[in-house]
């Protein structure tokens, strides 16, 4: 080799040397990156278990029982864009002393909207008319993971691979009248939740009502976005699609059967991971949008690819899309197997004109006559950032249900949204917080065809003031 080249090269050699990251740099970048990956990956389980905790810590519920909220959902009710037009149950499943039944009684005087997840909010079954009991009340049977019992006959067996889970129940409304809120939630009292070993003789479901309750359970990106996945990591088996990760929550002090006790400087990479995870989240969830309609500002509730995925269990041989479901638990919970059978969702973050929706101005969005639905439609504005219902607004939505909403002589509706009703309109009318962007989504309960085909179009939100 020529002297001038063994020269260069041993110069850049000890460049490279003198530009290399120390190890104590290397061991933080490390945590910082695998912090953001943990996540990514973990968000639909955080997801999870802060729901959980925010029940046992607020409310006198437990797992294997029933918490409820008595009145359509208002402001105090801080989960991840839920629907203020039902009535809302959860039941939080633990099976590790065996299966548990969910029993969702006929459709006669009412009907449920449910849907039965495990932890990672995979969906297993969806209930009611458009589940798998067609509205005929069934058993449904949440099994534990590597169950090898008898399933007795008369149950929709559900095979979960996570000892926890739980089943989000929607009592549908005929109006928001007083008369039929109490008749929605008497028919939804009619839902049982018990173990299999007491199925000869079931003990009364507990209920426990959150109505004013405030109950937070939105994504905290801080260092106990951590604590709530250690939590996770310690109660349930690894799923063998996820053995991955074993190795790099390791490297963040997070591992099966030992305390997770970070130190104050790895406390601190934690929190810059967490951070720039959220807004790689947020960065997604903004560019990420598919249009439902050719240029329209009115999208997928959730990517097409990511559906397929979570339908099969995400079980697919070449596919796991956890950066699209990270995205979608960031913002939304639960996993629904029949999406557009029961349930139908279009979100929008911008108006016409592709500006954000800002709290202080006023918008209109005018719903097209013969809305595609054997059900009920709906308007909901959420907080742009956290995504929960805005804080301290009188209401959130409104809907078909809305008995002295008013109509055009053509049968459409107009909706406002805005920090004061315009004149005469305040039946039609959204309150939105002024210092405070905001997001909405029009969901379509018992959707029909002219949707999916588009021969009904629903026109994007335009700005009026």
Known sequence: MPRATFAFLMLSTAATTAFALSPEELASRTV??????????????????????????????????????????????QTLTPNPDAIYLMAFTDTRDGPVIIEVPPAEGGSINGNIVNIWQVALEDTGPSGADQGKGGKYLVLPPNFTGEVPDGYIPLQSDTFGGYALLRSNLASHSDADVAKSVAYAKRLKVYPLSQAPGPPATVFTDAEGVVFDSTIKYDASFFTSLNRVIQSEPWLPRDKIMIGQLKSLGIEKGKPFSPTESMT?????????????????????????????????????????????????????????????????????????TGQFYLISLKDKAGQAFDGGKTYRLTVPANVPVEQYWSLTAYDRETH??????????????????????????????????????????????????????????????????????????????
Do not use: C
């Open 268 to 340: 601190k990479q934690l929190e810059a991971g967490v951070n720039e995870g959220r807004e790689w989240l947020e960065a997604r969830y903004d560019g990420g949008q598919i249009p439902f309609y050719d240029n329209s500002k009115w999208n997928y509730i959730g990517n097409p690819e990511l559906v397929k995925s979570a339908q099969a269990g995400y079980d697919e041989p070449d596919a796991y899309p956890v950066d699209l479901r990270g995205v979608a638990y960031s913002y939304a919970f639960v996993g629904i197997k029949r999406l557009g």
């Open 388 to 465: 929960a219902l805005i804080r301290n607004m009188p209401r959130a939505s409104r809907s078909s249900q809305i008995a002295d909403l008013e109509k055009n002589a053509d049968g459409t509706v107009d909706l406002f949204l805005g920090p004061t009703a315009p004149d005469g309109k305040d039946a039609n009318w959204i309150p939105n917080d002024p210092k405070r962007q905001f997001e909405v989504m029009f969901r379509l309960y018992a959707p029909t065809k002219a949707l999916f085909d588009k021969s009904w179009v629903l026109p994007d939100v335009e700005q009026i003031q």
């Open 32 to 77: 910082e990156r695998r912090a953001v990956e943990a996540v990514i990956w973990g968000i639909p389980a955080v997801n999870y278990d802060l729901m959980l905790q925010e029940m046992l810590r607020k409310t006198k519920g437990k797992p294997n029982q029933i918490l409820y909220w008595s009145k359509p959902l208002d402001w105090h009710n």
